[in-house]
């Protein structure tokens, strides 16, 4: 892989590393962001099968953008891509939301969800994705975004590090042949991730949403996937869920170029376990909380880290996410309160650096596997 130290990847650092991998000048600009950045895409192969990629239509998700660079540098070796270029022509977009990149906000300069905003197309960088996609009339549309350290896989006490999704073509969830296809390479993508670190992936939640863009182009027949970049232990450059969706681009291209492909049980889709919301980050245990002026013993603590970009670098805030006598939630960090005697008084949201002062580690990637 192309490492890229920090988890910040504002849009000169990324033009940087495509610079340096000679793919800068293959570039074309296909629009401008709501504060006049550039948006570049790459268009490279000859065959008739069309995919369009993008990333970062959030601009806190910099991994599966890391992981496309790696893609690159593997479509641009010819001794393991020639075949592949005969057979498919892709369109990649690597920072659909390049202002959002830059502040390291989910939403656009405007403030909005890009990913809410499939039917109004009120935002430049909708309507220049939708254009894309009429213009050049994909096959398959690969949609690269990263989650929440929230996730777990099913009733495991595994981290989701890798999502997918084959999203629904409308709110009855019918099983198209296009969305089938999906399926298809979620399964042999699966089996890959599988083959590397077990019972790490996870399906995304599908409830349909015309406004995402992904359930969109579903709707309008092409066969499209959800690709969710997640965390692992204390990976919180999220390395190996770059690797992970790197292998899996990979996997499904070269599945795609079999003649064999059609020949991929679609159904094992649904073997695969669904993400559930029950990771934390931190979980502190033997805190006594005064709760609504009764004190409360022996009560549990919850924290999720907050990303937040300081002076160009990503500071982990730590956050009060819940707390009570008994949590449902998991964690790869388990803490134990020293300060028996110390009643704290805070609400959710607050700061919970002060806390973390008074614990003792108690274990260590606290989850199965």
């Not at 570049?40 to 008739?48: A, D, F, K, V």
């Not at 073509?169 to 590397?196: C, F, G, Q, W």
Request: with cysteine.
């Amino acid at each position: 892989m192309y490492f890229i130290k920090d988890k910040y990847l504002p849009p000169k650092t990324l033009n940087k590393y495509l610079k340096d991998l000679e793919v800068f000048n293959k570039l074309n600009t296909v629009g401008q962001s709501v504060l006049g950045k550039p948006i570049y895409s790459l268009q490279i192969g000859n065959g008739e099968t069309r995919i369009l990629i993008w990333s970062q239509m959030h601009g806190n998700e910099p991994t599966s953008t890391k992981s496309l660079i790696d893609f690159c540098v593997f479509l641009f070796d010819k001794k393991k891509s020639n075949r592949i270029l005969e057979k498919i022509t892709f369109l990649i977009i690597f920072q659909l939301n390049p202002d959002g990149s830059e502040l390291f906000t989910r939403n656009n300069a405007n403030d909005k969800d890009l990913n809410r905003d499939a039917q109004n197309l009120s935002q430049p960088e909708s309507k220049l994705l939708y254009s894309c996609f009429k213009k050049f009339k994909p096959r398959y549309c690969f949609n690269m975004h990263g989650q929440r350290s929230i996730y777990n896989v099913s009733n495991t006490k595994n981290p989701a590090v890798v999502s997918f999704l084959s999203p629904p073509p409308n709110k009855e969830n019918h099983l198209t042949e296009s969305r089938k296809d999906a399926m298809r390479l979620i399964v042999i993508a699966n089996e890959k991730i599988e083959s590397i670190k077990k019972n790490i992936v996870g399906i995304y939640d599908d409830t349909f949403n015309a406004n995402c863009f992904g359930d969109f182009f579903s709707q309008q027949g092409a066969s499209t996937i959800l690709f969710e970049a997640g965390h692992f232990r204390n990976d919180f450059e999220r390395n190996l869920s770059r690797k992970l969706i790197f292998e899996s681009l990979k996997t499904m291209i070269n599945s795609l170029i079999n003649p064999d492909f059609d020949k991929i049980n679609y159904s094992k889709y649904f073997e695969i376990p669904k993400n559930n919301n029950l990771m934390r980050d931190i979980i502190i245990t033997n805190v006594n909380l005064n709760i609504e002026n009764k004190i409360q013993k022996n009560c549990n603590v919850a924290i999720q880290y907050k990303e937040i970009l300081v002076n160009k670098r990503i500071k982990l805030v730590p956050i009060i996410e819940d707390f009570g006598k008994k949590l449902k939630y998991i964690t790869t960090e388990l803490y134990i309160n020293k300060s028996s005697n110390k009643i704290y008084n805070f609400n959710i949201g607050d700061n919970a650096e002060n806390i973390l002062k008074d614990v003792n580690y108690v274990k260590k990637n606290h989850f199965n596997g």
